[in-house]
């Protein structure tokens, strides 16, 4: 899709819809960049600080998305979201919206598709920092919808953060982004099971991490080694010369029988044994651990 900007529009100018405390930041960011904002929010008085910094407040939703050529939504929900767009009506027409909401992939491909019965280019995004890091070396936003909208405003997204394309699909960003957070809490729950095991025993969690997170983190689960094993699950190829499933099954079985006899919680070791049993009763006990993965891809 052709993205036409009204004519005279500024190249600089940017709106942002949504000032609560990550649309805030995305805001300033922005301003203190030297774009030309105009802000607009549900509530007026959250964009006082921004206003008495050279921001425009527009009156309406449709007055702040006129003014842009692009416009950035950071609100709650794609629900929300879709409210904030119908109130805006064709004012979206020839625009580009980016949209910083949280949802699931199956939301983010329907916004795409109302914005292309529209006219709207549309770029469905997800915020990888929290608010500090915006706008910060390092700091990560991920992409997804057309090539050609995101290389058109791929500047002013970089003055956010490194600002990473995955490609056509609009469903791509909010997915690598649930699959990454999944990663962080399913890490950070092992740590705290693991620190309330050994606390069992009268041992404090700061004594734990010196081990735990000095040594064992880096030198058994190094990010390098797992990302070695990546090729492995594109192949479906699991060699067990090293250790196999089963072998493992007897290591998740001792964490579970530990938890029980230590008086800690063992919904989700128990969880890991039962998982790794349906492995094995599929086939998959004389394969490395791994091979999980093939558990993991059905539904």
């Known amino acids: ?17 949504g000032l609560g405390p990550m649309g805030l930041v995305l805001a300033e960011t922005l301003l ?11 509530t007026p008085g959250k964009a006082d600080a921004l206003a008495a910094k050279g921001a425009r407040r527009a009156a309406t939703v449709t007055e702040a998305v006129a003014a842009s050529p692009v416009t950035i939504l950071c609100l709650n929900d794609y629900p929300t979201t879709h409210r904030v767009l119908d109130a805006a009506g064709a004012a979206f027409q020839g625009r580009t919206l980016v949209n910083l909401t949280s949802g699931t992939p199956a939301e983010a491909r329907d916004t795409a598709d109302w914005a292309a019965g529209r006219g709207v280019g549309y770029l469905d995004g997800a915020i990888m920092v929290p608010p500090p890091l915006v706008g910060e070396p390092g700091s990560v936003f991920l992409y997804a919808g057309p090539q ?4 058109r405003h791929r500047g002013t997204l970089a003055l956010l953060g490194d600002p990473r394309h995955l490609g056509a699909d609009p469903g791509l960003a909010v997915l690598f982004n649930t699959a990454m957070l999944e990663m962080m809490y399913a890490t950070v729950n092992g740590f705290l099971h693991a620190a309330a095991l050994v606390g069992s025993a009268g041992v404090p969690a700061a004594e734990f991490s010196e081990l735990a997170l000095g040594w064992f983190m880096p030198a058994v689960l190094n990010p390098a080694w797992l990302a070695q094993q990546a090729p492995s699950l594109d192949e479906g190829a699991y060699p067990g010369d090293l250790g196999t499933l089963q072998m493992n099954f007897n290591a998740l079985e001792h964490i579970l029988r530990t938890s029980a006899e230590q008086g800690v919680h063992s919904e989700q070791p128990r969880l890991m044994k039962e998982l790794a049993e349906r492995a094995i009763a599929e086939g998959h006990g004389s394969e490395n651990y791994f091979a999980m993965f093939e558990i993991f891809k059905q539904a």
């Open 1 to 17: 899709m052709t993205e036409q900007h009204p004519s005279g529009q500024n190249s600089t100018a940017v709106t942002v819809v």
């Open 32 to 42: 203190g960049k030297g774009l030309t904002l105009t802000v607009w929010n549900r």
């Open 148 to 151: 050609d909208v995101f290389d």
